[in-house]
């Protein structure tokens, strides 16, 4: 079965070791960024089966148009990974209210509209997969970082709420926990501090074990974190 996915906020690190993993099993992919030049470089590396989609995804109009471009490509969209975040490492009393906002469109808001563009595609046809990658601070707040902290709280909570309305339909949403900095294109492997990184290529393996996982065993969250930790 050729799978057709979207993978929005594809960028250095997970975002194209996802790409790259997805076009290896055999699925045709839409790559979402605003970086166009980027896209363009990646799109052209993995081949026929990815198409780079310079997309907003706060912007419903780009949205729109970036799937509509998807599904004319490769037809109708099965898989999304809502990936993207707005960074704000910023705490209570240095933050803006611009780049709150910005934080929570980032990660709430495009994840919401790219969920929305591609769950009819899914409902018509035999369900499909939408996962949303998290971070602890989903699951608890981060110091200094009350933005982003808040729009892992919102997607995290947009997701469970997703899995309970479209898991009876066929559709298996997922929330992924990610504990730790992921490994930076420019660290070497066999350096000794490459080891406090977490491996994209391992967590992308993860991500696609969501994909293929039968119904009967549809995970709502995945926690990759090495130990949980209490409030």
Excluded at 28 to 38: E, H, N, T
Excluded at 176 to 197: F, K, L, M, Q, T
Aim: glycine share 10%; aromatic share 6%; net charge negative.
């Amino acid at each position: 079965m050729t799978r057709t996915a979207v993978i929005a906020g594809v960028g250095l690190g997970l975002g194209e070791s996802l790409a790259r993993k997805f076009v290896d099993e055999g699925c045709q992919v839409g790559l979402f960024a605003r970086s166009a030049d980027y896209l363009e470089d990646l799109a052209d590396d993995l081949g026929d089966d990815a198409v780079a989609v310079p997309t907003d995804i706060t912007d419903p109009e780009q949205v729109e148009a970036g799937f509509r471009a998807v599904r004319d490509e490769f037809g109708p969209v099965d898989v999304l990974v809502n990936h993207a975040s707005g960074g704000a490492w910023q705490g209570l009393r240095e933050i803006s209210p611009d780049a709150f906002e910005r934080a929570w469109r980032v990660s709430a808001i495009g994840a919401l509209l790219c969920s929305q563009a591609a769950v009819d595609d899914m409902l018509a046809g035999d369900g499909g997969t939408i996962i949303f990658t998290g971070a602890t601070s989903a699951v608890r707040g981060r110091e200094g970082a009350i933005g982003f902290s808040a729009a892992k709280f919102a997607v995290r909570g947009m997701a469970e709420s997703m899995a309970r309305e479209l898991g009876p339909e066929g559709i298996h949403v997922a929330h992924v926990v990610i504990d730790g900095g992921i490994r930076p294109p420019d660290v070497d492997e066999s350096d000794r501090d490459a080891v406090a990184y977490l491996d994209p290529d391992a967590i992308a393996d993860s991500y696609w074990h969501l994909v293929t996982q039968d119904r009967s065993s549809w995970t709502l969250e995945l926690d990759l974190r090495p130990h949980v930790e209490e409030f």
